[in-house]
């Protein structure tokens, strides 16, 4: 329906005020949602208070998500640059060592004056060989490995 489509139908055999107030009433009580009597109303103060409460808790959950997003990539920065434990790290860091922009957030961290202090945190950058550093050769030559060679030598058997 258009905006002015209802006000035509219930203009239509419509002779006296009373009969389109009462018209007017029934389509809006068909049509509309009304207000519970039960309902509770609420004040001006109680709302602007209600208000006030909830952009004090909003704040309080910006700031604790900030904080928490600030600490988790600090750790994986951290972590990203050979750290082997980051809240440990974090204990020694400084202010100073946190690399900032223009606005004041953290973009990055200086970790080299503590990677000096303190080089047992960080992971080394040799990496260490896995095993008993025996190196066993099993090269074959025309499909057949060294120990046969040896073997049909000692037996006479190769020429």
Known sequence: MEKTEWLDELFNGCESREELYEMIKEYIEENCITADEDS??????????LEESYKKELNELKESFEKERTSSLIESEILSQGGKNPKAILAIISD????????????????????ES???LF??????????GAVIKTKKRNGQT???????RAAGLDK
């Open 118 to 120: 303190a080089p047992y």
């Open 96 to 115: 100073k060592d946190m690399l900032r922009d223009e606005s004041g957030k953290i973009v990055g961290i200086e970790l080299s004056a503590v990677k």
């Open 123 to 132: 992971k080394n950058d040799e990496e260490k060989v896995e095993g008993t």
């Open 146 to 152: 060294r120990f046969m060679e040896s073997a049909r």
């Open 40 to 49: 509770e109303t609420v004040t001006k103060a109680e709302y602007d208070a």
